[in-house]
């Protein structure tokens, strides 16, 4: 089974940057499409950035030029860095990826970390 996990979210203030971090974990796997989303207090979960195992990337268009993915495919690691940052970006972000292991591909989640953004 793999396992991703978020961290290095944390509370900052408005113009401030944070960089989070995906770890994937298991064995016999490789990622595919990846993926950061958020949810706010209230609202439905959204689309942050994604990024193909190819190197394409794209970006919701509130973040657009502020915030930027990448990831390590040697170590299985996503980043997201998020600079400019403003109190409407406060919320648990998710690292989402497609999972490969053998011929199937599995959609998983990572548990979350909360962003929290003071004005």
């Known amino acids: 089974q793999v396992q991703l996990v978020e961290s290095w979210g944390g509370l900052v203030q408005a113009g401030g940057s944070l960089r989070l971090s995906c770890a994937a974990s298991?064995?016999?796997?490789?990622?595919?499409?990846m993926g950061w989303y958020r949810q706010a207090p209230g609202k439905q979960r959204e689309l942050v950035a994604v990024s193909t195992d190819g190197g394409s990337t794209n970006y919701a268009s509130s973040v657009k030029g502020r915030f930027t993915i990448s990831r390590d495919n040697a170590k299985n690691l996503v980043y997201l860095q998020m600079s400019s940052l403003k109190p409407e970006d406060t919320a648990v972000y998710y690292c989402?990826?497609?999972?490969?292991?053998?011929?199937?591909?599995?959609?998983?989640w990572g548990q979350g970390t909360q962003v929290t953004v003071s004005s």
């Open positions: 298991g064995s016999a796997f490789r990622l595919n499409t």
């Open positions: 989402w990826g497609a999972v490969v292991v053998g011929i199937s591909t599995t959609g998983s």
